[in-house]
């Protein structure tokens, strides 16, 4: 039997950044079940191109972990300012939708304008004050008000989340979610102005590698790594877990990084009421079709397709990040497709994405396609709603009281960015080494 301080589940930027920080300080061991380290930061080199698991992009907000990323991948790294599009209407509007309304047609502009005066003389616009659980159809229209709710919130955000948006609730939105103010908004629908809003205007994206590059990065020197280990089975009252490829490990702490609803069905014997909890959990699944094509002269990063005659919520072009993802004279997009609980037919949607792409205009013709990968994420985002408001604290304290620290976006069971992975991971190996770590 393999014995350990610190077993770490996952290979992806929460794991590799708690096993970096443990290194020297705690015994470790980091089981991956995937034959490289990365999760869904991770590449797919394929015929001279380098796609990513979707627009996987660096926002970097606090300096010890942002100075940790830069400082890990060195030279190789860009930083980008934010180049992004709404396409409504057969027009294009620049990103964020509620602070540049100029270029909408006149009727639309004035629903949406009146519609925001309107809720801000209930006293609710443009503040992005939400209670918990409150349903994201009655935070949209209570902060934005009707208009900007039609044309935009509501349509996008059911394409992306694929769950009804009066039982989705508001509780992720901050700060992914611009809340211009109303001087703002009325600047932004009557004349040009800046679109650096939101949690995004700058971001980091690696020169060489795909975004491959940071969890490689991570990983140089560690020597604890196992790939090709999945977890098979917990047993949380002897502390031993079951690994293919490595048998039992028995540990003293676990960081658990894999999506949460899928760790928990592993624990044998679970507590009373935990497995009726898990079942409450829900998350969405997103097909990335990443495509390479004969040139493109587009300066744009991605575009949002709220209108339901297009299959994909966004569509983006990889190649702005970086123009090494793809051969000279080509370029590589990503377009991303949502489904809740339903698989998507490779072949049928291949037509209507195609048909899309021409329509808004991010391809010229289909023969311009020379390469194609899809990429499944079965897990992409959790859904926000009253069950997981009852079921997440209970089960997150009854992993604590067992030492068992679940964090990263999918341990977490939460929407999140890259930076705040590295964060947590950062932090919980810290608090660990210091015999710290809290209870949640």
Known sequence: MIKTDVLIVGGGLSGLTAARTLQGKKRYLLAEKEPLTGGLAASVKKNGFTFDYSGHLLHLHWKKTGDLILRLLKNNHYKIRRNAWIHLKGGEVPYPFQANLYNLPDKIKSECVCGFLEACLRGKGGSGHARAGMPFKNWSINTFGAGISKHFMLPYNYKLWQYPLDRLTADWCAPFVPMPNPREVLEGAYRTRSTEMGYNPVFYYPRLGGIQALPDALAKGLKDIHTGCELR????????????????????????????????ELIK?????????????????????????????????????????????????????????????????????ATYGADLDPGAAEKKIFRGLIKGGVIKNEKDIIEKLWLKIPCAYVIYDSARNIALPPILSTLADNNIHSIGRYGAWKYSFMEESVKEGLETAKKIITNRAPRR
């Open 269 to 337: 014997s679970p507590p009373a009421g935990l497995r009726a909890l898990n079942a409450k959990l829900r998350h969405n699944t997103i097909y990335v079709l990443n495509l390479g094509v004969k040139g493109t002269s587009s300066k744009k990063h991605w575009t949002y397709f709220p209108e339901s005659e297009f299959l994909f919520y966004r569509a983006g072009i990889a190649t702005n990040f970086s123009r090494h993802l793809a051969p000279k004279g080509c370029s590589s997009l990503y377009i991303e497709t």
């Open 233 to 264: 089975s917990l047993n949380l009252k002897t502390k031993t877990a079951f690994i293919n490829g490595l048998g039992a490990v028995k540990y003293g702490s676990l960081i658990n990084t894999m999506p949460l609803k899928y760790f928990v």
